[in-house]
Structure formats: C-alpha cells, structure tokens
C-alpha cells in the first residue's frame, strides 16, 4: 500500500528528510527540489512506515487505499514517474540533498539575528537558526499578524495548505524566538538600528510589487491584479475594502499561472463551498451575491506553456466546470504532436480531455491561448477586454474584445528595493551569494545582510522552496559568525526591547498575536466557520490587548 502525494504539495521536503528509504523524488533524472512543481513517491520503493505522513505540514501525503475520488489522478501520476522494470531510486546514488548544517561555535554573546518579514522565507530561515543552541532569533513584521502569504496569499478553500501555519507557531513557540508584529523596518527601525543589536539581519520581505498590463484602460475601475483580489479575499488590512463588482456575467484573467487558476476557482465555486472557510466577510457576500458565470482565462502563449502546475490544474478540473475555447483546443493538439517534454505532455493531455463547451448547468472556467491584449475597453469602469490574436490562432487576426465586468491581471511579480541595501533593478532582487548581500561597486559581501526567499531569488518556487532557500543562506550566516566575520552586537536585547517599544508603542509580540488568533477563531467557532479574519488594525490591536477598540 504505497503513499500519494497529491495537490497540496507544499514541496518543502520535510518528507524527503523523514524517508528512511529515499523514495521521494522530484522526477526520476531531475534532483532540483528547489525548482519541482511537486514531490513524487516511489511506490516500488515505498516500504509504508508513514514517516512522510507524519512529517507533511500540509497533509499532502494520503496512503494509496485512502485517496478520494478527487485525489485518484495523484496515484497515477506518482506511478508514471518511476518507470516499471527499473530498480527503485534508493538503490541508485541520487540521493536527496541532505547537507550537514555547520555548527555556531560557543562565544561570550550568542548568536542573535533579525529575520524582517514573517512569511515562509522568514520562518524556515528563523528555524534552521534556532535548531542551534543558544541562539536568539528576532522576527519583524510590519502587519500585527503573521505568516505572510499563508494567511494572505492561499485561497481559503485550500486550508489544507495553511496548515503549515501550525508548523511555524511551533517554531515560534521554541525558545529563543521572539515577534516584534505591527512593526514597520524602514520606517520605526532602520538597518542600522537592527545591526546595532544583533550580529546579522536578514531580509525576507518577498517581491511585494505586481507587474501590470502596461495598454489604454487597465487602469480603469474594475481593473485589478490577482493578488489584490486574492489579499481582498483573504481580508488582508490594506485590501479589505478593494472596490471589487461582480454584477457582470464575465470575469477576464490575464495570465495562467496557479494565482490565475485559484481566482478562477473561487469565483466559480459554489458560494456554499466557502461558508466554513476563513474567507472574508465581504468577499464571502459578494460571492453569493455574484452574477459571474464565465471565467476566462487568458494566456499569451500557446498552451504549451502554461504557467499553471499539473496539480493545480487538476485540482481545477475536480472542482468546477474548465472548458478549452476551441480555437485552443487546436493548439493544444499540435503542440502534443510537437513536444517531447514529460511536464508539457502531461499538461496538454489533459487539456486535450476538456470539453469545448460548457454544460450550461452552472458557472465555468474557460481557458484561451494565444491572446495578447491590448486595450480595456470602458468609459467610467471596464466594460471589455480587446485582443489580438496570435499568428497560430486559426481564424481572423483581427482584433476581438471580450465583454467583461471585471479585469484581473496574473502576469508575475517583482520586488521592491529595500531601504539601504543594494539592489538590481533588472532581476529585481537584492544582488547576493549564496545569501549573502553584495555590495555592487566591490562585489565584496556586506557584513551581517543577508537575504532569503523571493528578494534572494526572484519569484519562483512554492512555498515549501522556501525551505531549502533559507537553510543555505543560514548556513552562510553560521560560517561566517564562526569566521569571526560578524561583530558582536554593541547592545543587548533588553535595550533593544526598550527601543523598539520607544519607536513603535504598539509593537506585538508572540502572546498578542496568540491573543489575535484565538479571538479570530472564537468569532470564526460562532458563526460555524474555521476563523474570521480582522480586516483592520486597530481591531487587531485591540485583540492584541494593547488598548481597547473605540
């Protein structure tokens, strides 16, 4: 009874580390787990210990005679990757990439880092730092609730992906761990004050920017990016009002990736479906008042390459009803005829099984290809999209609009610059090696700075890539403070505390984020739901205990 890895693949490898025989692979003849749309076991190898069960921080992984029928693809698919008749992975020497982690050398003041931003990044480098002995790990976050893009970013219907917020209360919980929440870096602390008090900083503040559609009308009303919608969905502050209608038939998303398709998802779904979830109230209304009945989703390229991941599409496909405009479906059967690619292939056939029209039975999802826009149409909000179709588009050239209520936008994102470090305005990322921040006139590491996560690398990965990123920048950090590389702070942690209560007197920490959240799930138990969100800060900060709510 071999296990299954299904969606909600994190790709964090925390099973990878808990096989005791190896089985867990990207693909056969691809060892980058930091790149892998998922994981895949070995079901010849597999020997059903169910260590990787127990290790998955978002339940990802389900033995074979327990799947759903929503799950079934997932066997098939972790099978496909180990060819039959070849021995199994761990007898061969692809071994996953385990590297032993150097130890923090004993000194008079013990190792103390800033780690500014509580997302992924942030919280896979803080527990890497503190699986060392006596070494003090300071989290900053300008929001007063933490975990980034897990509490913001994940649509609610998937909370089997936010469960790995439960893994980084654990790593908040260890000794050595402090939150300083609702605490601005650049603005109520500068570097200068972080590195005044601790050895190193390092910056995992994501890319925080979306790249726009740069044609007439996109900044129309009703013209938004994905991740606005998806942050007013998840009841970001900063979001929770965004003015967003669905009092027309047709929705367009420009841009294919998993963002696009969980958007789709969540405007198509059954309302109902998210009545138990920690949705917002707003969008949560609006949903179950929405006229929406189509979704289309448009890429700019042909299907061959869709941004979207294998899992994520059939998690689509399972959920609501996806239909391939026919002039799509065309494309998608000549680059079948045409690719070789393993990932392509799998991709394309089952786009190649989607029916061509809808049911007409409820709301639908319909993917284009090949359509690069270059007007939004409208006087006083959007009223359409206009196109222009690709040269392998069978049919007319000429350009087409397609009538809709609301435009989102899912064409990537971009990091900001951040206050006094580098940065490369070409990659969009903090110049750096291996983790360690470059100064761009010497290509000499800066002492002390250090990056993880989307500002090291540029938007790509998961949220489990984040892991294996910040395990390698930690390693960074720890050779060089046994170098000698890193002074000692100049001042210790109570006047740090004493300081940043100074600049921001409403500075929460672990026990007012706990606070926050149990209220949340109180408000969330009463109206049968798994939490509701605050949407703004002073609510949570009244939560928080600081002061009462006026």
Request: hydrophobic share 40%.
């Amino acid at each position: 009874m071999p296990h299954v890895i299904t969606q909600s693949c994190c790709s964090d490898g925390s099973c990878v580390f808990a096989c005791p025989v190896n089985c867990i692979h990207p693909t056969p003849d691809e060892p980058d787990f930091l790149t892998a749309e998922m994981l895949h076991i070995d079901p010849r190898a597999c020997v059903d210990c169910g260590a990787c069960v127990d290790a998955c921080p978002v339940e990802a992984i389900v033995p074979d005679s327990k799947l759903s029928p929503k799950q079934l693809p997932f066997l098939e698919i972790n099978a496909s990757y180990f060819p039959k008749g070849k021995r199994p992975l761990w007898y061969s020497p692809m071994l996953a990439p385990i590297p032993e982690a150097p130890k923090v050398e004993e000194r008079r003041t013990p190792l103390r880092v800033a780690v500014v931003g509580s997302g992924p990044a942030g919280m896979y480098a803080a527990d890497e730092l503190l699986t060392q002995a006596g070494v003090e790990v300071s989290v900053f976050d300008k929001l007063p609730t933490p975990y980034g893009l897990v509490r913001a970013g994940v649509a609610p219907d998937h909370q089997h992906t936010k469960q790995v917020a439960e893994l980084f209360d654990m790593i908040a919980d260890q000794d050595g761990f402090s939150f300083y929440l609702n605490v601005d870096v650049g603005r109520d602390l500068t570097h200068a004050d972080l590195l005044r008090h601790h050895h190193a900083v390092v910056y995992a503040v994501g890319a925080s920017s979306d790249r726009r559609l740069d044609i007439p009308g996109a900044a129309l009303p009703g013209s938004f990016t994905a991740t606005e919608f998806v942050t007013w969905v998840n009841a970001l502050p900063d979001h929770a009002e965004l003015p967003v209608r669905l009092d027309h038939e047709r929705v367009v998303i420009v841009g294919n990736g998993n963002v696009a398709l969980d958007v789709a998802r969540v405007l198509t779904l059954d309302p109902a479906a998210l009545d138990g979830t920690d949705i917002s109230r707003t969008a949560l209304a609006a949903l179950h008042d929405s006229k929406v009945r189509e979704v289309v989703v448009v890429g700019r390229r042909g299907p061959e390459f869709s941004a979207f991941t294998m899992p994520e599409l059939i998690g689509l496909a399972s959920s609501v009803e996806v239909v391939l405009d026919p002039p799509a479906r065309e494309l998608v059967l000549k680059a079948l005829a045409e690719t070789d690619d393993r990932v392509r292939r799998e991709k394309l056939e089952l786009l190649a099984t989607l029916p061509t029209e809808p049911s007409g039975s409820g709301r639908h999802i319909r993917l284009c290809y090949q359509l690069s826009p270059v007007r939004v149409v409208g006087e006083d909000r959007v009223e359409g999209v206009q196109f222009e179709a690709g040269g392998s588009v069978p049919g007319s050239s000429e350009p087409t609009t397609i009538p809709a209520g609301l435009l989102l936008t899912s064409i990537g994102y971009r990091a900001l610059p951040v206050k006094d470090l580098p940065f490369d305005e070409v990659r969009a990322v903090v110049p750096n090696e291996d983790g360690r921040v470059l100064d761009p006139a010497t290509g000499a590491a800066l002492p002390g700075v250090y990056v993880v996560g989307w500002i090291k690398r540029g938007p790509s990965g998961f949220i489990g890539t984040n892991k294996s990123c910040s395990r390698d920048t930690v390693f960074a950090l720890v050779d060089d403070y046994n170098q000698g590389l890193l002074p000692d702070p100049e001042h210790g942690q109570g006047p740090f505390d004493e300081l940043v209560r100074q600049r921001q007197p409403d500075v929460v920490d672990r026990r007012g984020w706990l606070n926050i959240e149990a209220a949340e799930l109180a408000r969330g138990h009463a109206a049968n739901r798994v939490r509701d969100k605050f949407t703004a800060v002073p609510q949570m900060l009244a939560a928080a205990g600081l002061h009462p709510l006026t």
